[in-house]
């Protein structure tokens, strides 16, 4: 059972079903909306969606798990997003990527950590190509990072939610 | 107007096929194929239906549709390389265990293997294994035979309007399933084996109780009692290519060497339920009451309704259906007969239906947890057992059924078929009313495979509109048509398989699938023996009338009322917690819920919800009262519901603060 | 002919108005808020210009205005400025370099310091069409981008905008406008090259029963390493609603989306405040010019999946489904979005389309070749000096791009490779550098123009690795619905990675044809049927490499730890026993004081020792 403190996040489900007509085509747009809400897509309010705009669970689980954008899992306080398209990638944003995984303790599929502070993905191309490799940190975009610099970041972003005994 | 193209460079003549897959097989080429299947809509995704065109190069077959002049190739290295690649990197990752499997000899995959000439496999294979889902009484779930066809989430869509499986995830982690990844039993499933009939490989299949029988039979102590379905007949006579009339008779003498003790048709039963259904139905007609009377045999259809259609369930016909029906009479009336106990008998029905095994274990059909029918098997299953008894079926001497229960009508036997049922009803409710003879029992009106069949009956200058669906996906669209008022009908027969019974997922898989003329030839199986059998209707039945003079006294009476009637409920659609608000604090006084299942939703639940959610913040009560969003109480027909402590409490978005002011203001004040 | 009763807006007016405005403001400067440029801290130095100018100290004879306006292209000399007036283009910008630009607009002045350096000559170039990277492009479809505002509808006016849309209404047909378009030779930008004109012609000739059509425009740019659109976009969004709203009238379209990958909010932002403008201004929506023609845009955010950019899983999720392909027949032209005949073209494509107009077909077919007319963007990344978005006419070659526009390969490293049109192009080589860009010659030698993606590779970049990304993309981008690309794919990388781990035999080589041939030929869709180009050009032109790979377990780039061994050289080591303390594994064996030695069969190569000996003796061999 989630714990909402917030009725408000659930009326603005509600909102968001009302401005999109409850219309099937509106679907994934319904569903970014939703996530901005919640950060993440719990199940039970995909099942209230899937409710009210009448069509089946099966088919809204289906429609979120395909996007890559959209996750059933509650994301971390900061969203690093490295850019693995091919620009980075020729400049080494798999390094990169490994010391940012290694730096805040992610191993294997995982892409959150247990403390819900960091979230960890590759994405294609954010269009920065020319500052390649690039990250992305809830929205703000870090050019030509090396393994080195993003380890100084990541330090930066810990301090400003600290863990105990951090 | 025939049009012209050629197949490896012979001409071939067509019309209005689909797809120039159609028309290259009924020219007698064969193209293989995995995920097309005749009565379903075009998904294209396994690609084993390749051909080369001339000009336009390689095409899948089943996508394309036939064009004046085609030149078409079916076999061409580039065609051949692709069939056996995809083979190959689909048993790469299945676990290909065929000696034990369950399909095994029916299989597509296999067969495509073998014919394909698949004799190495160089991608390695599957490593990782997800658990199966065995959640319910009539499929099974084994993702690690799924090869990704889409058949059954197109079968329960398209058939059953209905939606319980899809896909979810992408690329190489694409999977199958219902919501959530939660088993059948947690979501709307119903049982009807739809997506099981339309599986090319064992991914799903239907739950064996071959096993449990065989236990059974073994077993000295038991009385072990069968009864065979009207629909049955038709599929095996067709498999075994055998007049149906005599393989009735056959089937009934190789399940005594199998071990049975006792032998009954099922199409007794059903002439059972017509007396019961058609004097209901003369009820509900006279006083036009609760109309149209839906029919209830089908368990698919009737867990539909109760998932669906709360409002309705009134409508829905009390009797059981012939299985159980059968099944009570079994329990209750044959231990007197046999001069034995309840207990001591093991009931077993031989259905063409998987919903069948969900339905027999109801809590309707059970006393002192002793079920009224213990073991369902499919048509399938019972194929099965004569294999592995060693029955050399088609040579075995044809034998009869038992007594006392052992005649049946015709009207009993074309139950199995999609109007069966109304034909049947008519035929008996006919004469109920009229009180005369009805000479010409044909209603072709009822016949056929179309999903949507109406008839308008004329008794003695009153007129009976009956409908006649088949699929739940044509039950909808008729409902939501009653719900406008745009039809009125009497009556309304509802079959959730194409075709009715015969066409059921427990039945033999036909070479193409599940085409409807394999169906209809069933169909018309039953209807042949309906005409070579001495009676016609069911009230003409000489043990039906015993059974009434000697047990039930007559149609709705009281004892006919608790042994072959029953009632329904609201059903949830899908298992999930609630939604929990505030602060769950532990001082709380009250816990309210409220539904905001589908039903409730569109009574306002969400609305009273606001409401409710505001009076709450005005009077300050966040740590007094603890609010849960809850999914269904299964109490659909009277929502918005709401619980207050554990009560339902009746309540509109009108009265909310009326009804917050003496149940919680009052209360926690 | 139509002849247009009341036409609510006057375009020339509109344009003379446009004018004065602008040079009432005073004196442009021109600011890169593109992404690259943003990132480098283009809004502190936009902020910087805004604040100076209002400051009275540093008041000019004329107002100062400066403008946010898209990628230059030259994102890797971030943040640009540019002043129009003097034609200055300033690079590297930072905020506090503003101050001292302001001050030499009162001296007339230039700020040597800030300009743009040719590495070749070392000379600070003064003109911005001098600098080479700019020099050879011939920019047409990015002719505004970073020239106007791409916030202001008044600035698109400034070039002629919506004029082009305004002649159709007034004096063509539908069909006069698929016959230009046809004319002009124009080719679908998305990646395929199909004549632009004769879709429209399709469409335009499709039956509805309710006269339903609709136009999409394709933005979502899925290439890992592509950024045209998205530039088009978010530098000069009326230019793509004014082809958009052609295309309508052409097809006899009333409505139409643009899909946007999510990646790209600036973008979305950007288009929807063009919309806005142009709705507001009776550009768009009912009756336009009065004409009777009406014409809706929507905007659909993509929610991450590659394969939507293939445009029945487009339509498919723009319907609110899983962005799953399906198959063609029927096509969109006759089947699309909700079943109504559907035009579909690339951002780039509908960006051509006005200039067409306005100019006419023949000046279009001045660029570019005879069967591909016309310039094509490209993104130029990798091992190059200059990075960036350039605009060249097709035919162009790859020495031209790669040397002249591109400055050549960073480092004085030599060239590889370079890899075209992204997961679905080909690897070319030194071989291919004077080849001229167009569709046919590169479909010729495996690659493709695709959505126009160059990576340029130097002799440093392991080519069995490059093949390896590209499946890897293709594998988890595939949508999962056939076969041959779900599974296929998956297998070619699991070969792949065999390769790259030194587990393969030379047999896989024929086995990674085989399935590469039966994915190109077998998939349902584009993705599938292009995912094995990567692979199969490189194992064209780069075979010996794979070889080196399986046979000797070597990477002559040096770039596959599994192929490099760690080796102490003996006679630098002393002795000193420190590695075989570090060694995780225990590998480093050896007696005090005299040379240690590396046991291959323990070393598991995690580099711990190589930087742990004071006297240097460990290395890396390849
Ligand atoms: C996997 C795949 C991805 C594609 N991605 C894009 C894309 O990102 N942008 C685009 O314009 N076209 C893309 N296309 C091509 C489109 O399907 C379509 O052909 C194109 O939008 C048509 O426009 P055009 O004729 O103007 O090129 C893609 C095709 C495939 C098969
Ligand atoms: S599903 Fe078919 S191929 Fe798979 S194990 Fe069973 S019989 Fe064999
Ligand atoms: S078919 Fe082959 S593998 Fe299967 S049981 Fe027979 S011998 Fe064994
Ligand atoms: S059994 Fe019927 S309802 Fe259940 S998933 Fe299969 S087709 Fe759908
Ligand atoms: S379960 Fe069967 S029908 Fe469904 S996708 Fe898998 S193989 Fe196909
Ligand atoms: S139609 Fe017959 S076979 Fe099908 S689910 Fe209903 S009762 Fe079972
Ligand atoms: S080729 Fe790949 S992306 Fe295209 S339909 Fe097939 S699986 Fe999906
Ligand atoms: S590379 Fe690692 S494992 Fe190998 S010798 Fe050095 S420290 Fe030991
Ligand atoms: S650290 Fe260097 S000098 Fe010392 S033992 Fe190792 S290799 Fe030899
Ligand atoms: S590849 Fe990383 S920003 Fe383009
Ligand atoms: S049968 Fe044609 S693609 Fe599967
Ligand atoms: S929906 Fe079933 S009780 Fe509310
Ligand atoms: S972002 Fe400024 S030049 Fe590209």
Same mark, same amino acid.
């Given at each position: 059972?989630?714990?909402?403190?917030?009725?408000?996040?659930?009326?603005?489900?509600?909102?968001?079903?009302?401005?999109?007509?409850?219309?099937?085509?509106?679907?994934?747009?319904?569903?970014?909306?939703?996530?901005?809400?919640?950060?993440?897509?719990?199940?039970?309010?995909?099942?209230?969606?899937?409710?009210?705009?009448?069509?089946?669970?099966?088919?809204?689980?289906?429609?979120?798990?395909?996007?890559?954008?959209?996750?059933?899992?509650?994301?971390?306080?900061?969203?690093?997003?490295?850019?693995? #398209?091919? =620009?980075?990638? +020729?400049?080494?944003? *798999?390094? &990169? !990527?490994?010391?940012?995984?290694?730096?805040?303790?992610?191993?294997?599929?995982?892409?959150?950590?247990?403390?819900?502070?960091?979230?960890?993905?590759?994405?294609?191309?954010?269009?920065?190509? #020319?500052? =390649?490799?690039? +990250?992305?940190?809830? *929205?703000? &975009? !870090?050019?030509?990072?090396?393994?080195?610099?993003?380890?100084?970041?990541?330090?930066?972003?810990?301090?400003?939610?600290?863990?105990?005994?951090? | 107007?025939?049009?012209?193209?050629?197949?490896?460079?012979?001409?071939?003549?067509?019309?209005?096929?689909?797809?120039?897959?159609?028309?290259?097989?009924?020219?007698?080429?064969?193209?293989?194929?995995?995920?097309?299947?005749?009565?379903?809509?075009?998904?294209?995704?396994?690609?084993?239906?390749?051909?080369?065109?001339?000009?336009?190069?390689?095409?899948?077959?089943?996508?394309?549709?036939?064009?004046?002049?085609?030149?078409?190739?079916?076999?061409?290295?580039?065609?051949?390389?692709?069939?056996?690649?995809?083979?190959?990197?689909?048993?790469?990752?299945?676990?290909?265990?065929?000696?034990?499997?369950?399909?095994?000899?029916?299989?597509?995959?296999?067969?495509?293997?073998?014919?394909?000439?698949?004799?190495?496999?160089?991608?390695?294979?599957?490593?990782?294994?997800?658990?199966?889902?065995?959640?319910?009484?009539?499929?099974?779930?084994?993702?690690?035979?799924?090869?990704?066809?889409?058949?059954?989430?197109?079968?329960?869509?398209?058939?059953?309007?209905?939606?319980?499986?899809?896909?979810?995830?992408?690329?190489?982690?694409?999977?199958?399933?219902?919501?959530?990844?939660?088993?059948?039993?947690?979501?709307?499933?119903?049982?009807?084996?739809?997506?099981?009939?339309?599986?090319?490989?064992?991914?799903?299949?239907?739950?064996?109780?071959?096993?449990?029988?065989?236990?059974?039979?073994?077993?000295?102590?038991?009385?072990?009692?069968?009864?065979?379905?009207?629909?049955?007949?038709?599929?095996?006579?067709?498999?075994?290519?055998?007049?149906?009339?005599?393989?009735?008779?056959?089937?009934?003498?190789?399940?005594?060497?199998?071990?049975?003790?006792?032998?009954?048709?099922?199409?007794?039963?059903?002439?059972?339920?017509?007396?019961?259904?058609?004097?209901?139905?003369?009820?509900?007609?006279?006083?036009?009451?609760?109309?149209?009377?839906?029919?209830?045999?089908?368990?698919?259809?009737?867990?539909?309704?109760?998932?669906?259609?709360?409002?309705?369930?009134?409508?829905?016909?009390?009797?059981?259906?012939?299985?159980?029906?059968?099944?009570?009479?079994?329990?209750?009336?044959?231990?007197?007969?046999?001069?034995?106990?309840?207990?001591?008998?093991?009931?077993?029905?031989?259905?063409?239906?998987?919903?069948?095994?969900?339905?027999?274990?109801?809590?309707?059909?059970?006393?002192?947890?002793?079920?009224?029918?213990?073991?369902?098997?499919?048509?399938?299953?019972?194929?099965?057992?004569?294999?592995?008894?060693?029955?050399?079926?088609?040579?075995?001497?044809?034998?009869?059924?038992?007594?006392?229960?052992?005649?049946?009508?015709?009207?009993?036997?074309?139950?199995?078929?999609?109007?069966?049922?109304?034909?049947?009803?008519?035929?008996?409710?006919?004469?109920?009313?009229?009180?005369?003879?009805?000479?010409?029992?044909?209603?072709?009106?009822?016949?056929?495979?179309?999903?949507?069949?109406?008839?308008?009956?004329?008794?003695?200058?009153?007129?009976?509109?009956?409908?006649?669906?088949?699929?739940?996906?044509?039950?909808?669209?008729?409902?939501?048509?009653?719900?406008?008022?745009?039809?009125?009908?009497?009556?309304?027969?509802?079959?959730?398989?194409?075709?009715?019974?015969?066409?059921?997922?427990?039945?033999?898989?036909?070479?193409?699938?599940?085409?409807?003329?394999?169906?209809?030839?069933?169909?018309?199986?039953?209807?042949?023996?309906?005409?070579?059998?001495?009676?016609?209707?069911?009230?003409?039945?000489?043990?039906?009338?015993?059974?009434?003079?000697?047990?039930?006294?007559?149609?709705?009476?009281?004892?006919?009322?608790?042994?072959?009637?029953?009632?329904?409920?609201?059903?949830?659609?899908?298992?999930?917690?609630?939604?929990?608000?505030?602060?769950?604090?532990?001082?709380?006084?009250?816990?309210?819920?409220?539904?905001?299942?589908?039903?409730?939703?569109?009574?306002?639940?969400?609305?009273?919800?606001?409401?409710?959610?505001?009076?709450?913040?005005?009077?300050?009560?966040?740590?007094?009262?603890?609010?849960?969003?809850?999914?269904?109480?299964?109490?659909?027909?009277?929502?918005?519901?709401?619980?207050?402590?554990?009560?339902?409490?009746?309540?509109?978005?009108?009265?909310?603060?009326?009804?917050?002011?003496?149940?919680?203001?009052?209360?926690?004040? | 002919?139509?002849?247009?009763?009341?036409?609510?807006?006057?375009?020339?007016?509109?344009?003379?108005?446009?004018?004065?405005?602008?040079?009432?403001?005073?004196?442009?400067?021109?600011?890169?808020?593109?992404?690259?440029?943003?990132?480098?801290?283009?809004?502190?130095?936009?902020?910087?210009?805004?604040?100076?100018?209002?400051?009275?100290?540093?008041?000019?004879?004329?107002?100062?205005?400066?403008?946010?306006?898209?990628?230059?292209?030259?994102?890797?000399?971030?943040?640009?400025?540019?002043?129009?007036?003097?034609?200055?283009?300033?690079?590297?910008?930072?905020?506090?370099?503003?101050?001292?630009?302001?001050?030499?607009?009162?001296?007339?002045?230039?700020?040597?310091?800030?300009?743009?350096?040719?590495?070749?000559?070392?000379?600070?170039?003064?003109?911005?069409?001098?600098?080479?990277?700019?020099?050879?492009?011939?920019?047409?479809?990015?002719?505004?981008?970073?020239?106007?505002?791409?916030?202001?509808?008044?600035?698109?006016?400034?070039?002629?905008?919506?004029?082009?849309?305004?002649?159709?209404?007034?004096?063509?047909?539908?069909?006069?406008?698929?016959?230009?378009?046809?004319?002009?030779?124009?080719?679908?930008?998305?990646?395929?090259?199909?004549?632009?004109?004769?879709?429209?012609?399709?469409?335009?000739?499709?039956?509805?029963?309710?006269?339903?059509?609709?136009?999409?425009?394709?933005?979502?740019?899925?290439?890992?390493?592509?950024?045209?659109?998205?530039?088009?976009?978010?530098?000069?969004?009326?230019?793509?609603?004014?082809?958009?709203?052609?295309?309508?009238?052409?097809?006899?379209?009333?409505?139409?989306?643009?899909?946007?990958?999510?990646?790209?909010?600036?973008?979305?932002?950007?288009?929807?405040?063009?919309?806005?403008?142009?709705?507001?201004?009776?550009?768009?929506?009912?009756?336009?010019?009065?004409?009777?023609?009406?014409?809706?845009?929507?905007?659909?955010?993509?929610?991450?999946?590659?394969?939507?950019?293939?445009?029945?899983?487009?339509?498919?999720?723009?319907?609110?489904?899983?962005?799953?392909?399906?198959?063609?027949?029927?096509?969109?032209?006759?089947?699309?979005?909700?079943?109504?005949?559907?035009?579909?073209?690339?951002?780039?494509?509908?960006?051509?389309?006005?200039?067409?107009?306005?100019?006419?077909?023949?000046?279009?077919?001045?660029?570019?070749?005879?069967?591909?007319?016309?310039?094509?963007?490209?993104?130029?990344?990798?091992?190059?000096?200059?990075?960036?978005?350039?605009?060249?006419?097709?035919?162009?070659?790859?020495?031209?791009?790669?040397?002249?526009?591109?400055?050549?390969?960073?480092?004085?490293?030599?060239?590889?490779?370079?890899?075209?049109?992204?997961?679905?192009?080909?690897?070319?080589?030194?071989?291919?550098?004077?080849?001229?860009?167009?569709?046919?010659?590169?479909?010729?030698?495996?690659?493709?123009?695709?959505?126009?993606?160059?990576?340029?590779?130097?002799?440093?970049?392991?080519?069995?690795?490059?093949?390896?990304?590209?499946?890897?993309?293709?594998?988890?981008?595939?949508?999962?619905?056939?076969?041959?690309?779900?599974?296929?794919?998956?297998?070619?990388?699991?070969?792949?990675?065999?390769?790259?781990?030194?587990?393969?035999?030379?047999?896989?080589?024929?086995?990674?044809?085989?399935?590469?041939?039966?994915?190109?030929?077998?998939?349902?869709?584009?993705?599938?049927?292009?995912?094995?180009?990567?692979?199969?050009?490189?194992?064209?032109?780069?075979?010996?490499?794979?070889?080196?790979?399986?046979?000797?377990?070597?990477?002559?780039?040096?770039?596959?730890?599994?192929?490099?061994?760690?080796?102490?050289?003996?006679?630098?080591?002393?002795?000193?026993?420190?590695?075989?303390?570090?060694?995780?594994?225990?590998?480093?064996?050896?007696?005090?004081?005299?040379?240690?030695?590396?046991?291959?069969?323990?070393?598991?190569?995690?580099?711990?020792?190589?930087?742990?000996?004071?006297?240097?003796?460990?290395?890396?061999?390849?």
């Amino acid at each position: 059972m989630i714990i909402i403190e917030e009725k408000d996040k659930f009326k603005k489900v509600s909102e968001i079903l009302d401005k999109y007509e409850y219309k099937k085509s509106n679907l994934i747009a319904i569903l970014q909306k939703t996530q901005a809400v919640y950060r993440y897509l719990p199940e039970e309010i995909l099942i209230y969606i899937a409710t009210t705009m009448n069509i089946s669970p099966a088919t809204v689980y289906g429609v979120a798990t395909f996007y890559s954008q959209f996750s059933l899992n509650p994301k971390g306080k900061f969203e690093i997003k490295v850019c693995d #398209g091919t =620009a980075c990638h +020729v400049r080494g944003s *798999e390094p &990169v !990527y490994n010391a940012i995984k290694n730096k805040v303790g992610l191993k294997d599929g995982k892409i959150t950590t247990d403390d819900l502070r960091f979230s960890v993905e590759t994405v294609s191309c954010l269009g920065a190509c #020319g500052l =390649a490799p690039v +990250v992305l940190i809830n *929205e703000k &975009v !870090y050019p030509q990072m090396t393994p080195e610099a993003i380890s100084i970041i990541i330090d930066e972003l810990k301090k400003e939610f600290p863990k105990e005994g951090e | 107007m025939s049009k012209k193209l050629t197949v490896d460079g012979r001409e071939v003549s067509f019309t209005d096929e689909r797809n120039l897959l159609e028309v290259i097989r009924k020219a007698g080429f064969d193209v293989p194929t995995l995920c097309y299947r005749s009565d379903l809509s075009i998904y294209g995704a396994c690609r084993m239906c390749v051909v080369e065109i001339e000009g336009r190069g390689i095409q899948t077959s089943c996508t394309v549709p036939p064009e004046e002049g085609m030149k078409v190739t079916i076999n061409t290295e580039r065609t051949r390389r692709i069939r056996k690649v995809v083979i190959e990197l689909l048993l790469k990752n299945h676990d290909r265990e065929c000696t034990t499997c369950e399909r095994s000899g029916s299989c597509d995959l296999q067969n495509l293997s073998n014919k394909l000439g698949v004799k190495q496999l160089r991608l390695g294979k599957r490593e990782e294994f997800l658990p199966l889902d065995e959640s319910n009484p009539s499929v099974v779930r084994d993702q690690n035979k799924c090869i990704l066809c889409g058949a059954c989430i197109r079968a329960c869509k398209e058939i059953q309007g209905h939606g319980v499986l899809d896909f979810a995830n992408r690329g190489s982690n694409t999977i199958v399933t219902p919501a959530f990844k939660k088993d059948l039993s947690q979501v709307d499933c119903i049982y009807c084996g739809q997506c099981v009939a339309h599986c090319p490989t064992a991914a799903l299949r239907i739950k064996s109780d071959i096993d449990r029988t065989w236990k059974e039979i073994h077993n000295k102590d038991k009385v072990v009692v069968a009864q065979i379905a009207p629909a049955v007949r038709a599929a095996v006579a067709q498999k075994f290519n055998l007049d149906p009339q005599k393989t009735v008779q056959l089937i009934a003498a190789a399940l005594r060497r199998i071990g049975f003790d006792k032998v009954f048709d099922t199409s007794f039963s059903a002439d059972l339920t017509i007396m019961e259904e058609g004097t209901e139905f003369v009820t509900k007609f006279t006083e036009k009451k609760n109309l149209p009377l839906f029919t209830s045999c089908c368990p698919a259809w009737v867990r539909f309704a109760e998932q669906k259609y709360p409002q309705y369930l009134s409508h829905l016909s009390t009797c059981r259906s012939p299985q159980q029906m059968f099944g009570s009479v079994i329990k209750e009336l044959l231990p007197k007969e046999l001069g034995t106990t309840k207990e001591n008998i093991v009931s077993v029905s031989i259905m063409p239906c998987t919903a069948k095994k969900a339905e027999a274990v109801r809590p309707e059909f059970q006393t002192n947890n002793i079920q009224d029918v213990d073991i369902v098997l499919t048509t399938q299953e019972l194929i099965k057992m004569i294999e592995e008894a060693g029955i050399d079926f088609a040579h075995i001497e044809a034998e009869e059924f038992d007594s006392p229960f052992g005649l049946f009508s015709g009207a009993g036997v074309i139950f199995g078929a999609s109007g069966g049922v109304a034909e049947a009803a008519v035929r008996t409710a006919y004469e109920l009313i009229t009180k005369k003879k009805l000479e010409k029992v044909t209603i072709k009106e009822a016949r056929g495979i179309n999903t949507l069949k109406e008839i308008i009956l004329n008794i003695e200058g009153q007129e009976v509109k009956i409908a006649i669906v088949n699929t739940l996906i044509e039950a909808e669209k008729l409902i939501e048509r009653l719900n406008k008022g745009e039809v009125y009908y009497d009556m309304v027969e509802v079959m959730a398989c194409p075709g009715g019974c015969v066409g059921g997922a427990g039945q033999p898989q036909l070479r193409d699938c599940c085409s409807r003329s394999g169906i209809q030839d069933r169909a018309d199986d039953l209807y042949e023996i309906d005409v070579a059998l001495p009676i016609h209707k069911s009230h003409e039945n000489e043990d039906i009338k015993k059974l009434y003079k000697e047990w039930l006294e007559k149609p709705n009476s009281h004892s006919a009322h608790k042994l072959l009637h029953t009632h329904y409920k609201n059903r949830k659609r899908i298992n999930s917690e609630g939604l929990s608000f505030g602060k769950n604090s532990e001082h709380a006084l009250m816990n309210i819920e409220i539904c905001i299942g589908s039903c409730c939703y569109k009574n306002g639940s969400y609305k009273l919800m606001d409401k409710l959610n505001e009076l709450i913040q005005k009077q300050n009560l966040q740590d007094k009262v603890n609010m849960t969003a809850v999914f269904c109480f299964e109490n659909c027909s009277s929502g918005p519901n709401i619980k207050i402590n554990g009560e339902f409490i009746e309540v509109k978005p009108e009265n909310a603060e009326e009804i917050f002011n003496k149940y919680i203001l009052a209360k926690v004040k | 002919m139509n002849s247009l009763n009341i036409c609510q807006i006057n375009l020339a007016e509109e344009k003379e108005k446009a004018k004065t405005s602008v040079q009432n403001k005073g004196k442009r400067i021109l600011i890169c808020a593109g992404t690259g440029c943003v990132a480098n801290g283009a809004l502190e130095v936009y902020e910087k210009f805004a604040e100076l100018g209002a400051d009275v100290h540093f008041k000019q004879e004329k107002n100062l205005s400066p403008i946010k306006t898209g990628c230059h292209g030259f994102c890797e000399k971030g943040v640009l400025v540019i002043i129009p007036e003097n034609d200055v283009t300033y690079v590297k910008v930072k905020a506090s370099d503003v101050q001292e630009i302001v001050e030499s607009f009162k001296t007339n002045s230039i700020v040597e310091r800030l300009l743009y350096v040719d590495p070749e000559n070392n000379q600070a170039i003064k003109k911005s069409s001098e600098i080479k990277f700019y020099a050879k492009q011939s920019r047409t479809s990015l002719s505004n981008c970073g020239k106007v505002d791409p916030e202001n509808i008044d600035e698109y006016f400034l070039y002629d905008g919506y004029q082009a849309l305004y002649n159709i209404l007034k004096n063509n047909k539908p069909e006069d406008v698929c016959k230009i378009i046809i004319e002009s030779g124009l080719r679908g930008r998305g990646g395929g090259g199909f004549p632009t004109g004769k879709k429209w012609e399709f469409v335009r000739l499709a039956k509805d029963e309710n006269n339903k059509k609709y136009v999409i425009c394709n933005g979502d740019e899925g290439d890992p390493g592509a950024f045209m659109d998205r530039s088009i976009m978010e530098g000069d969004p009326h230019k793509v609603l004014e082809g958009m709203a052609i295309a309508a009238y052409a097809t006899g379209a009333d409505e139409g989306y643009i899909y946007v990958r999510a990646e790209y909010p600036l973008a979305i932002t950007r288009l929807r405040i063009a919309i806005a403008q142009a709705e507001e201004k009776g550009l768009l929506g009912k009756d336009i010019f009065g004409s009777g023609f009406s014409f809706k845009i929507h905007i659909k955010e993509g929610a991450g999946a590659f394969v939507c950019g293939e445009e029945t899983a487009l339509i498919a999720s723009i319907e609110g489904e899983r962005g799953m392909p399906r198959s063609k027949p029927p096509f969109p032209a006759h089947k699309g979005l909700f079943n109504k005949p559907t035009l579909i073209n690339n951002v780039e494509t509908f960006a051509n389309v006005p200039l067409i107009i306005l100019k006419d077909a023949q000046w279009f077919k001045a660029f570019g070749t005879e069967k591909s007319p016309g310039t094509k963007t490209f993104a130029l990344t990798g091992e190059i000096n200059n990075t960036g978005l350039i605009e060249v006419p097709m035919g162009a070659t790859l020495r031209q791009i790669i040397f002249d526009i591109g400055g050549g390969i960073r480092n004085n490293k030599k060239f590889k490779a370079v890899q075209i049109g992204g997961p679905s192009g080909g690897c070319l080589t030194e071989e291919h550098l004077d080849l001229p860009l167009d569709y046919e010659t590169l479909i010729s030698v495996g690659a493709m123009v695709g959505s126009g993606g160059l990576v340029v590779m130097n002799e440093d970049t392991c080519i069995v690795q490059i093949a390896r990304f590209f499946m890897n993309f293709t594998q988890n981008e595939s949508c999962g619905k056939c076969i041959p690309c779900r599974e296929g794919t998956k297998s070619m990388l699991d070969i792949l990675d065999r390769i790259l781990e030194g587990n393969a035999e030379l047999k896989d080589l024929d086995l990674l044809e085989e399935l590469a041939y039966a994915i190109k030929d077998g998939s349902l869709c584009g993705l599938g049927k292009t995912a094995p180009n990567p692979v199969l050009s490189t194992l064209k032109y780069f075979r010996n490499e794979y070889v080196e790979h399986i046979e000797q377990k070597k990477c002559r780039a040096g770039k596959c730890a599994s192929m490099k061994t760690i080796e102490i050289i003996k006679e630098l080591c002393k002795g000193c026993s420190k590695c075989a303390r570090i060694c995780p594994t225990s590998a480093i064996e050896g007696k005090i004081k005299e040379p240690y030695i590396i046991n291959q069969e323990k070393c598991i190569k995690c580099g711990a020792c190589l930087n742990s000996c004071p006297f240097n003796a460990i290395k890396e061999v390849c």
